[in-house]
């Protein structure tokens, strides 16, 4: 692309004040005659012109004047116009003088006319090439806001998809040493839940999305695990509609609301409580499947903070992220004593891949 570009402007420059200077000649020619001298004016003026204007390119490039606000901008394009319409019109009069003697008659109307058309001809060069870096300034500046701001967003989303609690990990270890000896089979099946969960855990930031019934698989590992901590006080269920199983979700999503649910619900209780995961496909408008995943469980929904606020947080920053407004995330106060979740996700051909969308319009 720079090759071309270099190409298509010194393709413009010789062709521009060849054009330029060849007709001011021809009009000389048929009003006074062929003369060799005005031709190699007309080739020294093509150079001259060609060099002057290069120059201007050099060194706004080195100075980055198309950086500088419009105020700062256009004082120097003025002054550049200016001067390159002095050094044109210096080097071209003493030559003319010589050649057409009859045209000089009035000093200083003549002058005056010379500086006003080698101005327009600078001008028009100088604003056109000012002009077109300029704006191709502020496209790459808008590119690299759009890079820089879905770079972030990724990261973002990365850290949000890794997240897991270390108090799980901790309490899950606690619970599998007090089996090792109790009931060293339920200890070994414990490790290996765990060690699921971890791998999980590591391999969510590589990945946008998972299939659901891989996510679930975490989630009854999870569950699992705390079962042996709670035993009789935790009771689950799992009820999913056969067609949602391959959908994507974020990874460690579903996890992260279960956690959420038994942290703030089912431990508070003081006989216990359940943890409900349910999952159907609803048809919207213009006939596409929703995806909604509902999470029902023991507990009442206090403040954000007490609530599990970073959890419920993370779920909707991840939603937004990668499907945009599609998606949703609700959790509300259904009864009493139970607190219900529920996620909507769009078909993946409508998700909103934030990156994908920027990377395509640079």
Known sequence: MGYSKHKIYWFCQITGWTLVIMVEWLAFWLDDGYDPDSVYLAMANILLGISLTHSYRHIIRRWNWVRLPFVQLAPRVLLSVIILAAIMTFVNLPFDRAMYPELFVDEPIV????????????????????????VERTRDAEIEKLLLRSSVRETEAKVLRSQLNPHFVFNALNSIRALVHEDPTKAQQGITQL??????????DRRKTVELREEIKTVEDYLALEKVRYEERLTSRIDLDM??????????????????????????????????????????????????????????????????????ENTAQRLDLLYGSPASFHIVQEQADIVCAEIIIPNQSEGIFRKEAVASRS
């Open 111 to 134: 002058l005056f006319g010379y500086m006003m058309n080698w101005g327009k001809t600078m001008l028009a060069w100088v604003l056109s090439y000012t002009v077109y870096h300029y």
């Open 243 to 312: 067609r949602t199983l391959y959908w994507q979700v974020p990874p460690m999503m579903l996890q992260t609301l279960v956690e959420n649910a038994i942290k703030h619900g089912v431990q508070k209780a003081m006989g216990g409580g359940f943890v409900e995961v349910t999952s159907w496909l609803e048809t919207h408008e213009r006939d596409q499947d929703r995806l909604h995943i509902r999470i029902r469980n023991t507990g009442v929904l206090g403040d954000k903070k007490a609530s599990g606020g970073f959890g419920l």
């Open 195 to 204: 060690s699921n969960i971890l791998r999980n855990s590591l391999l969510a």
